[in-house]
């Protein structure tokens, strides 16, 4: 496998895998599925939203659809990070990446188009629920805003970080169900130290000398520190908050940090990859 | 075409090929010859870069492949031991993935062509996968013809096809092959490229036993000959005073029977009675059998005896 050179067959093997991906998801159900749910739950926030905003008498509301599209991001990071997690898995189980290897196909290229048809399908979701964001601001009088478009643009960062490690640990895993295991193990990691952080932070210190929940809050601080960093999930989290607050450099910063991941876990899923064998085992 | 130097390929310490040193010509079929877990496999997935040896070197085209990946892989034409299919395409929509894959101009045509001289034509729109095992054998070869390739690499491609589709296959093989295009064809049943391999490698426990012309390797085969000989009962040293003599190739016994394998050029038949009966043993019963080139291979590799010794020239 040779990096640097032979960029114009790599392209093109890239654009066939990443086409036939993307073709395969958008006549599934998969996607349908996840778009109905995040329009259900968008829907469900916007009216409470507004059923708040009348009660109250309030005629200016801050971020109304901050929250729906936080959701709706999150619904389809799950559901792509599901779908890349299952992606090589399955091919590989299959037989038919040893097939693909056979021809003008290297590790590289066959990574760069799973990750592609991954990203691309995040767009078109995007494509399809943006529209109703407008329209519902039409028809509600709320006025679009311009953070929200910031929002967006940033999620496909995020969104492409969660679907890179998705990737990396379809790479690593034998089968279908060792990835969806891998993947579920990673996730529940990530929440568990978020949730047990937040639960922590708020309990009282209770000893006056030595307090061993001093040591357990210290170390999820930590942990949590850590997370925050590795966890892709958190960057559009914060991001969101960042675009909220207006805080331009953090905003960039996880733009910049979600970038280096990508490339970072895409590498590493081609090493992976190279590594662990295309063929079935 | 095809080289390779001291490939070896090892698990765990149990080399699956050793020290494998092939060499294939530009324009010739080579038949890649073993029994059912020699290597023969093992090899061609290293050859494709997608094993990586434990030692050796790889060169197609006369080149690296890790050199050349791109340009090396456009000219290969593969078809592997299993024939993976996706579940969601039909036949059409498979070789269309592929021929897109490859590069490949007025692929319809190209498509509905080859699919015609497999007599899958009518099957295009049929799901791949519902294919019966010798269809989805002739849809891989097909797949691997797309492009033209210059080097066709087919692991055991008639395994599992019926008599008819072994002589279209044979067809299709042989026709490339008068276009100049070079075949690597491996297969565990001698008949089956018997009639079309110019050369063949014949591997055993991941060791290369033989490599010849088809003729030359009759010629050799014929020169051995199989002798059955049933005792009353075997002496103690008779075995060992058959070995003196120098037309013996190699004695097995088995209860009170000997089977002897000597070199058919010089009918030892008389001496070896005498030698027995020098000995005090009585014979029973004794049949001479001539060995068929498939006989001839089944005792190769079955009894591992190399044919390197015997041979004249490199
Ligand atoms: N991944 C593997 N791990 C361990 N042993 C293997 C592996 N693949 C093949 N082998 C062994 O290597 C030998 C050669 O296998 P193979 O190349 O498939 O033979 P053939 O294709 O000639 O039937 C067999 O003994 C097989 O069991
Ligand atoms: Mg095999």
Redesign the pocket.
């Known amino acids: 496998m040779s990096w640097g050179s032979d960029w114009g067959p790599r392209w093109r093997a890239v654009l066939l895998i990443q086409r036939r991906d993307l073709e395969a998801m958008i006549f599934g159900w998969g996607l349908y599925l996840a778009l109905a749910l995040a329009f259900l739950a968008s829907l469900l926030i916007l009216r409470n939203d507004l059923a708040f905003v009348n009660e109250s008498g309030l005629s200016v509301f801050a971020n109304p659809f901050a929250l729906p599209f936080f959701i709706t991001a999150l619904i389809s990071s799950f559901f792509l990070a599901i779908s890349s997690v299952t992606t090589i898995a399955r091919e590989k189980g299959q037989g038919t990446l040893e097939v693909l290897f056979y021809g003008p196909v290297d590790h590289v290229s066959y990574i760069v188009g799973k990750y592609l048809a991954q990203v691309i399908t995040y767009l078109v979701m995007m494509a399809l629920y943006v529209p109703s964001f407008i329209l519902h601001t039409l028809l509600t009088n709320l006025v679009f805003p311009a953070g929200l478009a910031w929002a967006i643009l940033l999620s496909v960062f995020t969104v492409s970080a969660v679907v890179a490690l998705g990737i990396f640990l379809s790479t690593v895993a034998r089968n279908v169900r060792a990835s969806l295991f891998l993947f579920g193990v990673t996730t529940l990691a990530f929440l568990g130290i978020q949730v047990g952080h937040t639960i922590l932070v708020t309990l009282p210190a209770q000893g006056r000398y030595y307090d061993p929940m001093l040591f357990l809050k210290n170390t999820f601080a930590i942990l949590n520190q850590t997370a925050l960093w590795l966890s892709p999930y958190s960057y559009l989290d914060r991001g969101m908050e960042a675009v909220v607050r207006g805080s331009a450099g953090v905003y960039l910063a996880l733009f910049l940090l979600s970038a280096v991941y990508t490339v970072g876990f895409l590498g590493l899923s081609a090493i992976s990859l190279r590594h662990r064998g295309v063929r079935r085992k | 075409m095809i080289r390779t130097e001291g490939l070896t390929k090892e698990?765990?310490g149990?080399a699956?090929?050793k020290d494998l040193n092939l060499h294939v010509e530009p324009g010739e079929i080579y038949g890649f010859l073993?029994?059912?877990?020699?290597?023969?496999?093992?090899?061609i997935i290293m050859l494709l870069g997608i094993l990586q040896p434990t030692r050796g070197c790889i060169f197609l085209f006369g080149q690296a492949l890790h050199q050349y990946y791109f340009d090396i892989k456009r000219r290969l034409g593969v078809v592997g031991?299993h024939q993976y299919l996706y579940d969601d395409m039909t036949a059409y929509e498979y070789l269309s993935f592929f021929a897109d894959l490859y590069h490949v101009d007025n692929k319809a045509e190209r498509i509905g062509k080859l699919m015609e001289a497999v007599g899958l034509d009518k099957y295009l729109q049929m799901q791949a996968s519902d294919y019966s095992r010798g269809m989805q054998q002739k849809l891989g070869l097909v797949r691997a013809l797309l492009h033209d390739p210059d080097l066709l690499i087919l692991?055991?491609p008639v395994l599992g096809l019926d008599p008819h589709g072994i002589i279209e296959v044979r067809r299709l093989i042989q026709e490339q092959n008068r276009r100049g295009k070079t075949i690597f064809i491996?297969s565990?049943i001698l008949s089956e490229i018997e009639r079309t391999a110019h050369r063949v490698g014949i591997?055993n426990h991941?060791v290369l036993v033989a490599e010849d012309s088809i003729t030359n390797l009759r010629n050799r085969l014929r020169q051995q000959m199989e002798l059955e000989v049933e005792f009353q009962e075997i002496r103690p040293g008779l075995v060992e005073a058959l070995y003196s003599l120098p037309f013996i190739r190699e004695v097995a016994a088995q209860g009170n029977r000997l089977t002897i394998q000597l070199d058919a050029a010089s009918d030892g038949r008389a001496r070896i009675s005498a030698v027995i009966s020098a000995q005090g043993g009585i014979i029973v019963d004794m049949r001479t059998k001539e060995m068929s080139l498939e006989e001839a291979f089944v005792t190769i590799t079955e009894k591992h005896v190399s044919l390197w010794t015997e041979r004249g020239s490199p």
């Open positions: 698990y765990d149990f699956a090929v073993g029994p059912n877990g020699a290597g023969k496999t093992t090899t031991e692991d055991e491996s565990h591997i991941g």
